[in-house]
């Protein structure tokens, strides 16, 4: 199998699938900070809110991916997701056709006049079914990518990548057209629904797509249907049947064992207190968020591990799944600053004008994925090539380029800013250079960390450590909303972190790349013991 150059078509429909439903979320992302200030709340108070929203989507995949482990399967799991994401879109359209003007002019206060509280309800209920429904859809559809594939298959990367490819059409189509819907004068509320409602009907088209063709082409390579209910899964059994045959082989058979009712009891003891140390002296509903985030990151992955039926090999493999989802929460937490910090910084301190054109704010969410785009088969055939002549960096290695990538394009930002006055602005095209090669360092680290999860995870617990793996990314988007709040305004107005005073742009970004850069040295020192754990698998 490894010998195979092409890629199953199976491939192409959850690329498909994938790049309608990014595009829903990309189309939704790019207008929604600029939504909320606009309508509802001040710069600080909507990056908070931002950051909890997209904790929460990577959050809920824990559900999505235990409930189809354990009872639906993959495909029932991702079609109900997508149906619960269509109807949060809509809900947002229905905020945005029903919202009033809250602020005249930039920089003015919000109108105290205005009430905008059903605007603002149906706008929170539209967030919830997006975070319940993205839990169902996204740890699964990944999943299933990796099923197309014997487990030894060295197409596996390259595939992840491909994949990858096809999330970012999605995202780099949403924000040009999301992004130019309505007159452009986003002081305006009203101008986002006709954005929400794009994002809404390409969710739908998401879901046609995969449940038309889901039947014929999501096989595996001797024709057995990935993504059933257990109870229905040949493959399920094939590969549950493999784990034990390897246990023997090192003389680490399987003994059915039962878990003591005590292990739920404890881990849910030790999420409470967690909840509680986290939450102690909170000031908002957001810090909630925060704090039941963190505590279920840590509460779980220890359920989990503590499971007495998993070997000692399987243990280990989950474990490096574990240590490098904690580097990722560096990675993202820096990185999805394009949806907050960086989005504010392209619309009150970029000068975006070329000649009399003046370029959209929203058009720079479009960069990433355009770069992903171009350069993810670029990639794709690197990690083959490499793989053939026996050069390919092992997984965790590739993630530790990706974060010194991440710390090298804040450092260009961060120069680009020295020594300029609070409401100064930069070219635009700093901002550029900054999303191209945090891109290229995304390249490198997530879609591999798909990848990797996939082929350490045990069969029966696949889904759910999927779910874990995007629960970093629930941590990193919560800590990514605290630290845009640091991002100083056109004031001149001191943030503070940690007792260090944040006093401008330089210092914002020269914090991201310190971040980045040690998380990259210290994953790097840590390949080694990684490599070990992982027993074999590349």
């Known amino acids: 199998m490894s010998g195979k150059s092409g890629h199953p078509v199976g491939l192409y429909l959850l690329f498909a699938t994938e790049m309608a439903e990014r595009f829903s979320y990309y189309?939704?992302?790019?207008?929604?900070?600029l939504y909320l200030v606009a309508a509802f709340f001040s710069d600080q108070m909507a990056s908070q809110i931002y950051g909890s929203y997209t904790g929460l989507v990577y959050l809920t995949p824990l559900l999505g991916g235990y409930i189809a482990d354990r009872y639906w399967g993959n495909r029932r799991s991702i079609i109900f997701g997508g149906i619960l994401m269509a109807i949060g879109q809509f809900l947002m359209f229905a905020s945005a056709c029903l919202v009033k003007q809250?602020?005249?002019?930039?920089?003015?206060?919000?109108?105290?006049?205005?009430?905008?509280?059903?605007?603002?309800f149906l706008m929170f209920s539209g967030l919830a079914f997006l975070i319940f429904g993205n839990g169902f859809f996204k740890p699964n559809i990944s999943t299933m990518v990796g099923d197309l594939y014997e487990k030894t298959d060295t197409r596996k990367d390259a595939a992840f990548t491909i994949f990858y490819m096809g999330i970012n059409v999605g995202a780099f189509i949403a924000p040009l057209i999301c992004g130019t819907l309505g007159d452009g004068n986003w002081m305006n509320p009203g101008n986002f629904k006709w954005g929400f409602l794009c994002a809404g009907i390409a969710m739908v088209l998401?879901?046609?797509?995969?449940?038309?063709?889901?039947d014929k082409v999501l096989n595996t390579p001797e024709g057995l249907p990935i993504g059933l209910p257990p109870s229905q899964s040949e493959l399920r059994k094939e590969k549950e049947e493999e784990a034990k045959k390897e246990a023997v082989a090192h003389h680490q058979e399987k003994v059915e064992v039962k878990n003591s009712p005590l292990r739920i009891v404890l881990s849910v003891?030790?999420?409470?207190?967690?909840?509680?140390?986290?939450?102690?002296?909170?000031?908002?509903?957001?810090?909630?968020?925060s704090a039941a985030i963190y505590s279920i990151s840590i509460a779980l992955p220890v359920f989990i591990i503590s499971?007495?039926?998993?070997t000692r090999d399987e243990k280990s493999r989950i474990g490096v799944i574990y240590i490098i989802a904690v580097f990722v929460i560096f990675f993202w937490s820096a990185f999805e600053q394009a949806g907050s910090s960086l989005t504010l910084f392209a619309d009150k301190q970029c000068d975006r004008t070329i000649g009399d054109w003046e370029m959209p704010t929203t058009?720079?969410?479009?960069?990433n994925p355009?770069?992903?785009?171009?350069f993810a088969p670029v990639m794709a055939l690197l990690w083959q090539f490499l793989a053939k002549k026996k050069l390919e960096p092992f997984s965790p290695a590739k993630q530790a380029i990706g974060l010194g990538l991440l710390a090298i394009g804040y450092l260009v930002i961060a120069f680009a800013t020295n020594d300029i006055a609070p409401n100064t602005k930069v070219s635009m095209f700093w901002l550029f250079a900054l999303y191209f090669i945090h891109t290229i360092g995304e390249l490198s680290l997530s879609p591999i960390g798909l990848s990797m999860v996939n082929k350490l995870s045990p069969a029966r617990l696949a889904s759910l450590l999927m779910g874990v793996w995007f629960m970093s990314n629930a941590a990193?988007?919560?800590l990514a909303g605290k630290l845009a709040t640091l991002l100083p305004g056109t004031d001149g107005k001191v943030q503070s972190f940690m007792g260090f005073e944040i006093t401008n742009l330089t210092e914002f970004f020269t914090l991201f790349a310190i971040m980045a850069g040690v998380a990259s040295l210290l994953l790097f020192a840590l390949c080694p013991l990684l490599k070990k754990m992982m027993k074999g698998v590349q």
Not at 27 to 33: D, P, Q, S, T
Not at 206 to 214: E, G
Not at 363 to 367: D, G, M
Request: aromatic share 14%.
């Open 206 to 214: 998401s879901i046609l797509v995969f449940s038309l063709f889901k």
């Open 370 to 374: 355009i770069v992903v785009v171009c």
């Open 27 to 33: 189309g939704m992302r790019a207008l929604f900070v």
């Open 307 to 310: 499971d007495k039926g998993l």
């Open 476 to 478: 990193s988007n919560i």
């Open 269 to 289: 003891l030790l999420a409470i207190g967690l909840f509680v140390a986290f939450a102690w002296d909170v000031e908002s509903f957001n810090d909630y968020i």
């Open 102 to 120: 809250s602020i005249m002019s930039e920089g003015a206060e919000i109108s105290a006049d205005v009430d905008n509280g059903v605007s603002l």
């Open 363 to 367: 058009w720079f969410q479009s960069i």
